[in-house]
């Protein structure tokens, strides 16, 4: 059964170390690539400019009233941002900007596909925002210069002014254009009238009347006139009536208008909602079909204010002819009661009376037309400009290089943590002291950790400060406890060697081997620096280099390789021959200096490899393996011997039995957790003493209860 664990705050802390590099790395990668991708995909730099409107609805008393009785139309405000981007709006700004001609009208843009591209182009460069709740309209230009920007900007408050004031003032404009027709008709009445009175009196001569009868005709008249003046207004409102009447399906032409010569009455308001709102539909048009939602529910709309108007009209219709009916009956009155005055008199009161009507409609159709003329000059003004645009300093789009840096670590730190996880998760190596040895049902001797080549470097310095070639360096640094006998490595072989001596109470112990599961897990190099930790103790040790296939013991010591171990199982030379002692260290690569330095290096002796044979197995499978470690241990305090790896061969295996212990050593991070326990059972079935475990090259990041808990992080 598996060995499981839960995780605790530690652990993923210890993880989060262990898989720093990973983190690192994704993050530099990730930060590098938002800011190379940030540099690079920046296409042009875009300048936006900004100018600031503010937009105040009329609010006369009329007005007011055919806002409470009409449809609502919803937020003006937000009716107003539409409008600032809709064709009538942007056709003007295409001609102050040149872009069009400067006599194209809104009709002749609706029929060119021409001008509405370009029209459609401006638009994809314009934005317009509410600010807050308040009634002021922000209008934001893009554009890739700075100063077309500021210009477009202004142009676009520029032209909503205008078209706002040109839609608000067109009831005037209309309302004038009306009188002044009428105008023309009362004027050529009126003269014809006087032409005619003028003829009577030269034909007639003087009629003479009583002043009463004069009185009379002069109150018909007066009835005559308001009844000639009722008609009119009338025939006006039936004729608006039925105009609305007709036009009850949409026009595609253009809005339909009602026409009243009292700008100010409710029926005028109430017009002027349906021109903006028939606008609005003609705007749509351009880009929606009918059928489409907002066609749908300004086609509402308009048909609510539409019946508003034809209640206001019928209203004035049935209270003009309740007015008309009672002067008719007046007038009957009076021709009752003054049928038998003179023909020539009733003919002069007649041709009076219209003189008397034509000159004062005359009249008031010219005082009419002189007030639309003031009101006309006045003009209603909605919009104000309260900031124009200037042109923008820095591009609005210029590269965030250090926002994107800033979030793509971020992002980078986020994809590490969860790689390192990712990668910690098919880790089957082990993790901790107390996982190994629950894992292997063995103890951990020792733990040697890693250490920093430059920082090994300047203490061997230090300690030879004359000149030391590379190659002696080089081989120094792999022993450090034979010149460092103060520092981390020491300590930790020196650990090593008391726990092997308490965990061999029981028993005497003569020879030790040193074996791992897999090839570099650092077993000559414990082996090298055990031997010599344990020389410094006092105790004859002798170190064989056991593995006939890549041996190293000879190279990390800068001594011969031939003859050795090899040699004397083939029996072509006897043990003692073969034994290099201190003199022979003296004489190698390390130094004269360095080993005569050294303390107790005169109780270490080593036995190389030898030749290579063909087939290694064979040697320690025969009885004169097993009479040499006799004779070893009966020679040495202790004899160490360096084996081949576990897995790969079966030296060890085979060299195990013979000896009095095995030591298992692992690097954590380069095996898994099946191959480590495949090497300790391949040990138990070979009935070899384990021992215990070495822990090779650990990168130790203690934790502040180290000394209690021993937790250690461990890298690969």
Partial sequence: MAYQYELNLRDYWMVVRKRKWIILSTVVLV???????????????????????????????????????????????????????GVPVLLRVARDLGQVGPDVDYKEARRSPEILAKVYALKEHVAVAQEGTTNILKITAAAGDAEFSARLANAVAEAYRNENINSRNRQVDDAKLFVEGQLKDVEEKYRQSEQALLQFKEREGNVFLTEE??????TYSRLEAEREKLAQIRREAGNQLRLLKANETLPESGPVRVFSDDVQALIAKLNQKLVDLTTERAALLINYTPKHPQVLELDGRIQSVKQEMVKELEAKLQTFSERENAIRESIGRYKERYINLPKAALELASLERDVKVNGDLYAALKQKHQEFLVRGAERIEEVSIIEPALPPGAPKSAPKGEINFALGALIGMFLGVVLAFVKESFDTSIGTIEDVEEFLKVPVLGVIPQVDEKEVEQTIRKVFPETIDREALALLSRISPLFDLKGVVAEGYRSLKVNLQFACLNRTVKSLAFASAGLGEGKTTTVLNLAITIAQDGRRVLLVDADLRKPAIHSRLGIRREPGLSDVLMGTAQWQDVVQTATDLMLGKLGFD???????????????????????????????????????????????????PILPVADAL??????????????????????????????????ANLVGVVLSNVGAEYSPDYHREHYYKYSS
């Fill in 31 to 85: 930060a590098v690539s938002a800011l190379t991708v940030t540099e690079f995909t920046v296409s042009e730099k875009v300048y936006e400019a900004s100018a600031r409107v503010k937009f105040d609805r009329s609010t006369t008393l009329p007005g007011l009233m055919a806002d409470l009785i009409a449809v609502s139309e919803g937020n003006n405000i937000s009716t107003q941002t539409e409008v600032i981007r």
């Fill in 213 to 218: 009868a004069r009185e009379a005709l002069m």
């Fill in 594 to 644: 360095q080993i005569l330095s050294a303390p107790g290096v005169d109780n270490l002796s080593v036995i190389t490899s030898g030749l290579l044979p063909p087939n290694p197995s064979e040697f320690f499978n025969a009885q004169r393996f097993a009479d040499l470690i006799d004779a070893l241990e009966a020679s040495y305090d202790l004899v160490i011997l360096d084996c081949p």
């Fill in 654 to 687: 085979l060299i195990g039995p013979r000896v009095d212990g095995v030591v298992l050593v692992y690097q954590v991070g380069k095996v898994g957790r099946t191959p480590l326990q495949r090497a300790k059972s391949l040990l138990d079935h070979a009935h």
